[in-house]
């Protein structure tokens, strides 16, 4: 009970500062999203086949989703690096008395749930711009995954980094190439073999993947989920670790 106090703790904290700004939050989140639907969806989009029955727009939304709760997400968690190197706000937690993992759990937690509001005006504007696909409990319980596996990788390069500066290289050589590789715009099958190996070992590629599959109804792999649980596992045990680490 102490443990599940304590996550709240750092949950709640956040949650209230985004209570503040959340007409802000929310409009701010429709700007790319219109974006993307209006310029590819609309625009690219009427020009090209996809061979699966269905629109451009419908096989774009689940990797649009996919693409904005792993930004989200990843830029949620981030600030940590702020409060770590500039604000030292941050030592308030490695002070006091609480369960160690609690600040990843309750940090993550807090950029899942601005994740999937965001997620949540893209399938509104969607829904208006004429997309056809199910949003299924599977399909929601990806998102949610999907979130928690950026928020952490978000965790640990703020544990890590130093400067804004590198902050900014960890978007420019990660998150960049991902969000035009891992299958949002494009379907990877057109990727050279050795490109395409690689994109495999990469989160938003299954995500992007199984979003696109539940969607519409196909099959999904299993591979894919498990890809995305190691990640959250393997992303859990380094945060995690990290934290400990200041508090020695």
């Not at 639907?37 to 009427?46: N, P, S, Y």
């Not at 509104?124 to 952490?152: D, I, K, Q, S």
Request: charged share 10%.
């Amino acid at each position: 009970m102490e443990r599940f106090y304590d996550i709240w703790t750092v949950f709640w904290r956040d949650w209230v500062v985004l209570r503040h700004r959340l007409t802000a939050f929310i409009l701010s989140r429709m700007v790319a999203p219109l974006l993307y639907l209006v310029a590819f969806g609309w625009g690219l989009g009427r020009s090209i086949q996809t061979g699966a029955g269905g629109s451009y727009l419908d096989f774009l939304v689940p990797g649009i989703l996919a693409l904005n709760s792993m930004n989200i997400s990843f830029n949620s968690v981030t600030p940590v690096h702020a409060e770590r190197v500039y604000h030292k706000s941050i030592e308030e937690y490695i002070i006091a008395p609480i369960w160690p993992p609690a600040f990843v759990i309750g940090k993550v937690l807090a950029a899942v749930l601005r994740g999937l509001i965001s997620s949540a005006i893209i399938l509104v504007l969607a829904y208006l711009f004429g997309a056809h696909f199910a949003v299924t409990p599977l399909f929601l319980l990806v998102l949610v995954l999907n979130c928690a596996v950026f928020a952490e990788i978000g965790f640990i390069a703020a544990m890590f980094i130093r400067t804004y500066e590198e902050m900014g290289q960890v978007n420019t050589y990660i998150l960049l190439p991902m969000s035009f590789l891992c299958g949002t715009f494009f379907s990877t099958h057109t990727l050279p073999d050795a490109l395409r190996w690689f994109i495999e070992l990469l989160p938003l590629t299954h995500t992007s993947y199984l979003l696109r599959g539940l969607g519409s109804g196909l099959p999904v792999a299993p591979e894919s989920v498990a890809v995305l649980l190691l990640y959250l596992a393997v992303g859990f045990a380094l945060g995690s670790r990290a934290f400990s680490r200041l508090r020695q």
